[in-house]
């Protein structure tokens, strides 16, 4: 891992009552008049993915204003997944810990959900996962650890070069941000939400639709929750490149 250091005033905000916001939920960072954590539990109690490990490595800044644009905030509050802070240390220590185990450890297979410059697709990434399973190891149950990468198009490469290069990214090839509603702009059509891209992978890791109506009800109600509270117009236009360049 590389070190990246923040002010302490940053890292002590993060750490204390501040982070939260006075008039926010500290769990599902909407308003406590808008807050879905009730709703969000009842949507989750029957989802299991007992053949993933799944890692949330969220930027500080998103942990440190409670954005309600946020959603991969959901996959810890509902599947009861580690979150680990860029920018914390003590968070980052304990990420490599796991990582270490698991990956020189127990030897399981691991990937990255981002799209660098060295991602394969899903489906070249189960074949090399098949491909380096040796006799021994079929009949057991090798669960795959996704590290999902969560902030800003530019705080996610930064986090993105922080993790060990031996780790596989993965890229997506059905994403697009017509299939969901989105709360923040991008762009390209591709770039999607945290949770539509988390929710898009394991859909092309062969999850059924019995897994994914659920998480994806999640997201609907949070988007939801999110544009009452913000009063704001939903995220419908992709701005091209062209036209990003003269605001």
Not at 26 to 45: G, H, N, T, V, Y
Not at 87 to 104: P, Q, R
Not at 214 to 222: A, F, G, I, N, R
Request: net charge positive; hydrophobic share 35%.
């Amino acid at each position: 891992f590389k070190f990246y250091f923040f002010t302490r005033k940053a890292i002590s905000k993060l750490r204390s009552n501040e982070a939260t916001g006075k008039q926010k939920c500290p769990e599902c960072w909407l308003k406590q008049e808008f807050c879905a954590c009730e709703e969000l539990r009842k949507l989750a109690s029957d989802v299991r993915l007992p053949r993933y490990k799944v890692l949330l490595y969220i930027h500080y800044k998103e942990v440190l204003h409670r954005r309600s644009s946020n959603s991969a905030r959901i996959i810890p509050l509902t599947l009861g997944t580690p979150m680990y802070v860029f920018g914390d240390l003590e968070s980052e220590f304990g990420l490599y810990e796991v990582l270490k185990e698991t990956i020189n450890l127990r030897k399981e297979p691991c990937l990255v959900l981002f799209p660098d410059s060295s991602a394969t697709t899903t489906e070249e990434f189960l074949k090399q996962v098949s491909a380096s399973t040796t006799t021994s190891s079929l009949s057991k149950t090798r669960p795959i650890t996704i590290i999902v990468v969560d902030g800003t198009w530019s705080s996610a490469k930064t986090i993105n070069s922080n993790i060990p290069k031996s780790i596989p990214r993965v890229k997506l090839s059905t994403s697009s941000r017509e299939n969901f509603v989105n709360m923040r702009k991008f762009s390209i059509k591709e770039k999607v939400s945290t949770m539509s891209a988390f929710l898009t992978l394991l859909q092309e890791l062969g999850e059924k639709d019995e897994v994914i109506t659920p998480l994806s009800e999640m997201l609907e109600l949070v988007v939801k929750r999110h544009y009452a509270q913000t009063q704001k117009p939903v995220c419908e236009v992709v701005y091209s490149k062209t036209k990003k360049q003269k605001r």
